[in-house]
C-alpha cells in the first residue's frame, strides 16, 4: 500500500500565518507539521509516500524532506495547482498509485493512533476511521452497525445520528482513482469527499475503524495552539508521538 499526504490549499484561516509559507510547515511543539502524518504513515508500515503541495510552497517541502531518506521514508512531490477537494489527490496522485491500494491522510491531522492493523487486515473497497466526540455536528459524521458496516454519512449535520466524527485518515482500494474521476463538482466547486466514500457504500464496501487516543485537526489557530500543548505535555512525559 501507498500513502498520500494532503498538503496543498491556501490555509486562509491561519493568516498571517501562512501568508508566506505553507500550513503544513508550521511548527507543532519541536517539529515541523508535516512530520506528524509522515510519521503516522512510516508507523503503519507505509514508506512509499507522495506529498501533494501547492506550487508557490514546492521548494520549501523539498528543502525540507528532500527525498525523505533521513525519515525512514521514500517521498515524491506533485503540485496540486488548486484546491480542488479532497478526492482530487487520488487524479493528482494517479501515477503514483499505480496499481496499489492506497491510504491517504490530510497534513494538518495529527494522531497517536497506530493504524498499523488497519493497514495489515484491509482487503478490499474503503476504510475510514472514527473517533467518538462531543461536538460531532461540526464534522462528517459516520453511522454504523455492531459489524462495523457504514450505514450513513453525513457532512456537518443538524441533528448527528451519531457522535462518530470522521477523522482525515482513510484507506481505499485501487478503484478510487477512477471513483474520483468520476465524481461532479459540488455546489462550492470542489470534489466531495463524502461523495467518494458514498460509490463504495453503494456497494456495501464501505466499514469503518474506531480510533482512541489523540487526533487533532490543526486547521485554526485555536486548534494549532491546543495541538502544540497536547504535543509538548506527551513529549515531555516520554511518549513518542
Same mark, same amino acid.
Given at each position: 500500500?501507498?500513502?498520500?499526504?494532503?498538503?496543498?490549499? !491556501?490555509a486562509t484561516r491561519l493568516r498571517p500565518l501562512?501568508?508566506?509559507?505553507?500550513? $503544513?510547515?508550521?511548527?507543532?511543539?519541536?517539529?515541523?507539521?508535516?512530520?506528524?502524518?509522515i510519521q503516522t504513515l512510516a508507523r503503519a508500515?507505509?514508506?512509499?509516500?507522495?506529498?501533494?503541495?501547492?506550487?508557490?510552497?514546492?521548494?520549501?517541502?523539498?528543502?525540507?524532506?528532500?527525498?525523505?531518506?533521513?525519515?525512514?521514508?521514500?517521498?515524491?512531490?506533485?503540485?496540486?495547482?488548486?484546491p480542488r477537494g479532497l478526492p482530487d489527490a487520488?487524479?493528482?496522485?494517479?501515477?503514483?498509485?499505480?496499481?496499489?491500494?492506497? =491510504?491517504?491522510?490530510?497534513?494538518?491531522?495529527?494522531?497517536?493512533?497506530?493504524?498499523?492493523?488497519?493497514?495489515?487486515?484491509?482487503?478490499?473497497? =474503503? !476504510?475510514?476511521?472514527?473517533? $467518538?466526540?462531543?461536538?460531532?455536528?461540526?464534522?462528517?459524521?459516520?453511522?454504523?452497525? $455492531?459489524? /462495523?458496516?457504514?450505514?450513513?454519512?453525513?457532512?456537518?449535520?443538524?441533528?448527528?445520528?451519531?457522535?462518530?466524527?470522521?477523522?482525515?485518515?482513510?484507506?481505499?482500494?485501487?478503484?478510487?482513482?477512477?471513483?474520483?474521476?468520476?465524481?461532479?463538482?459540488?455546489?462550492?466547486?470542489?470534489?466531495?469527499?463524502?461523495?467518494?466514500? /458514498?460509490?463504495?457504500?453503494?456497494?456495501?464496501?464501505?466499514?469503518?475503524?474506531?480510533?482512541?487516543?489523540?487526533?487533532?485537526?490543526?486547521?485554526?489557530?485555536?486548534?494549532?495552539?491546543?495541538?502544540?500543548?497536547?504535543?509538548?505535555?506527551?513529549?515531555?512525559?516520554?511518549? $513518542?508521538?
Open positions: 500500500m501507498k500513502g498520500i499526504i494532503l498538503a496543498g490549499g !491556501r501562512t501568508k508566506i509559507t505553507s500550513k $503544513q510547515l508550521l511548527p507543532v511543539y519541536n517539529k515541523p507539521m508535516i512530520y506528524y502524518p508500515g507505509i514508506k512509499d509516500i507522495l506529498i501533494i503541495v501547492a506550487p508557490e510552497y514546492s521548494g520549501q517541502f523539498l528543502n525540507l524532506l528532500g527525498s525523505g531518506n533521513e525519515l525512514g521514508v521514500n517521498l515524491s512531490y506533485e503540485v496540486q495547482e488548486e487520488f487524479i493528482v496522485g494517479e501515477n503514483f498509485i499505480g496499481k496499489d491500494d492506497v =491510504a491517504l491522510i490530510l497534513g494538518d491531522n495529527i494522531f497517536d493512533h497506530n493504524f498499523a492493523e488497519s493497514i495489515t487486515s484491509f482487503k478490499s473497497g =474503503a !476504510r475510514i476511521f472514527a473517533k $467518538q466526540v462531543p461536538d460531532p455536528e461540526r464534522s462528517g459524521v459516520v453511522e454504523f452497525d $455492531q459489524n /462495523n458496516k457504514v450505514t450513513s454519512i453525513v457532512e456537518k449535520p443538524e441533528h448527528p445520528k451519531s457522535d462518530y466524527a470522521i477523522v482525515g485518515f482513510y484507506i481505499y482500494d485501487n478503484r478510487v482513482v477512477e471513483y474520483a474521476k468520476s465524481l461532479k463538482p459540488s455546489a462550492r466547486n470542489e470534489l466531495e469527499i463524502v461523495d467518494l466514500h /458514498n460509490k463504495y457504500l453503494e456497494k456495501g464496501e464501505l466499514d469503518v475503524n474506531i480510533i482512541e487516543g489523540m487526533w487533532e485537526d490543526a486547521g485554526t489557530i485555536d486548534s494549532l495552539l491546543r495541538v502544540n500543548n497536547l504535543i509538548a505535555e506527551k513529549v515531555k512525559q516520554g511518549e $513518542q508521538i
